[in-house]
């Protein structure tokens, strides 16, 4: 039996890896904060329907040793290291501790693998925000990095760490470069469940209104669901590499909205409000990926396009706020 480890798994994209995982006969290990353990009815929901399964191990990314306990103690197989500060509004306001999150806790990831598992597959949550200002569309694995926010700066780091431990250690390490994928379990502040949760709060009475920033940014959006299976896929390789992970689709956040409204019987036009907080000091306007390279070296397809996820995530959100 296999043996992974997960960092972050507590988010949306961990919760789904480990589903997978286990659904393919993983032993599968979780490291969590402290606080989420004492507080699982709130921080383990995602994680709820597979809790008894699943080995959970308290650590910090700000500790080095407390990670390297866990790495030491769990020695996995292959180590999915998905933890970050990963809301990039949040970026511009505290730009040094998500530095610290994302570029510390990925190096000392990296190193805890390199000095106690050194053959174990390691996968780096790369993103598409490292595209930022990009100067082709679509973008692919050659497309030159040119980050808009300090989140995206420390996911330039992430990678370039990722790529000089493989070529320097000659570690099994891929980088994922994924798109925005959402779903049900997307967390509130991200713009498509904002929207989705807000859709069913206003249907059913509670707001009136939406307050969103710009409407005319557009975004790659797949399932998040389809994204983790190629995260596993990167790790079954003979060598190590990194994939652009996308369905090849752009959508404006407009469009989303009218969708999703439009889903329950409602038009945008009557709730969305400009609110100039939720504007970006620097925005990244247009990403598209190119995911052929997936397609063809993992054999990865989406299985979930824009309409279906739309409404997806505005079922599940009716279906959550008709019982409140
Ligand atoms: O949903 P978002 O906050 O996602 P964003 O910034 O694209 O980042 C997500 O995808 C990345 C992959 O490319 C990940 F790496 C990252 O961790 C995260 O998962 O915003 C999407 C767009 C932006 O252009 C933003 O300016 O929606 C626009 N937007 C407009 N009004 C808003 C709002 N975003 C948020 N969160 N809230 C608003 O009210």
Same mark, same amino acid.
């Given at each position: 039996?296999?043996?992974?480890?997960?960092?972050?798994?507590?988010?949306?994209?961990?919760?789904?890896?480990?589903?997978?995982?286990?659904?393919?006969?993983?032993?599968?290990?979780?490291?969590?904060?402290?606080?989420?353990?004492?507080?699982?009815?709130?921080?383990?929901?995602?994680?709820?329907?597979?809790?008894?399964?699943?080995?959970?191990?308290?650590?910090s990314l700000e500790s080095?040793?407390?990670? =390297?306990?866990?790495?030491?103690?769990?020695?996995?197989?292959?180590?999915?290291?998905?933890?970050a500060q990963?809301?990039?509004?949040?970026?511009?306001?505290d730009s040094f501790s998500t530095f610290r999150t994302n570029i510390d806790g990925t190096h000392f990831?990296?190193?805890?693998?390199?000095?106690?598992?050194?053959?174990?597959?390691? *996968?780096?949550?790369?993103?598409?925000?490292?595209?930022?200002?990009?100067?082709?569309?679509?973008?692919?694995?050659?497309?030159?990095? *040119?980050?808009?926010?300090p +989140?995206?700066?420390s996911?330039?780091?992430?990678?370039?760490?990722?790529?000089?431990?493989?070529?320097?250690?000659?570690?099994?390490?891929?980088?994922?470069?994924? =798109?925005?994928?959402?779903?049900?379990?997307?967390?509130?502040?991200?713009?498509?469940?904002?929207?989705?949760?807000?859709?069913?709060?206003?249907?059913?009475?509670?707001?009136?209104?939406?307050?969103?920033?710009?409407?005319?940014?557009?975004?790659?959006?797949?399932?998040?669901?389809? +994204?983790?299976?190629?995260?596993?896929?990167?790790?079954?390789?003979?060598?190590?590499?990194?994939?652009?992970?996308?369905?090849?689709?752009?959508?404006?956040?407009?469009?989303?909205?009218?969708?999703?409204?439009?889903?329950?019987?409602?038009?945008?036009?009557?709730?969305?409000?400009?609110?100039?907080?939720?504007?970006?000091?620097?925005?990244?306007?247009?990403?598209?990926?190119?995911? %052929?390279?997936?397609?063809?070296?993992?054999?990865?397809?989406?299985?979930?396009?824009?309409?279906?996820?739309?409404?997806?995530?505005?079922?599940?959100?009716?279906?959550?706020? %008709?019982?409140?």
């Open positions: 039996m296999k043996r992974a480890l997960i960092t972050g798994i507590t988010g949306q994209d961990g919760s789904y890896l480990a589903d997978h995982l286990l659904d393919l006969g993983y032993e599968v290990h979780g490291i969590v904060r402290r606080v989420a353990l004492e507080d699982s009815a709130h921080r383990l929901v995602r994680l709820a329907g597979n809790l008894d399964k699943l080995h959970l191990h308290a650590a080095f040793p407390s990670l =390297f306990s866990v790495v030491s103690e769990v020695q996995p197989d292959e180590l999915y290291h998905l933890a990963s809301f990039v509004s949040y970026s511009f306001d990831m990296l190193e805890c693998a390199r000095r106690l598992v050194p053959s174990c597959k390691f *996968y780096f949550a790369g993103s598409s925000e490292m595209f930022g200002h990009a100067d082709e569309v679509p973008q692919n694995e050659n497309t030159r990095f *040119y980050p808009r926010s +989140y995206g700066i996911k330039v780091t992430g990678f370039d760490l990722s790529r000089n431990y493989r070529e320097a250690y000659d570690m099994y390490v891929s980088s994922g470069i994924l =798109f925005n994928h959402e779903s049900p379990r997307r967390g509130f502040e991200f713009v498509t469940r904002k929207i989705t949760s807000h859709v069913a709060r206003i249907k059913n009475g509670e707001l009136n209104e939406l307050p969103l920033g710009n409407l005319e940014a557009k975004r790659d959006w797949g399932f998040a669901g389809d +994204y983790v299976r190629a995260m596993h896929l990167m790790l079954q390789q003979e060598t190590p590499e990194d994939f652009v992970v996308a369905t090849g689709k752009t959508h404006s956040v407009r469009e989303f909205c009218q969708l999703a409204f439009e889903f329950a019987g409602l038009n945008y036009e009557d709730y969305v409000i400009k609110d100039p907080r939720f504007y970006r000091p620097a925005e990244v306007h247009l990403l598209l990926g190119d995911a %052929s390279k997936s397609k063809k070296k993992l054999g990865w397809e989406p299985t979930i396009g824009f309409e279906e996820l739309v409404e997806m995530m505005v079922k599940h959100d009716l279906d959550l706020h %008709s019982h409140h």
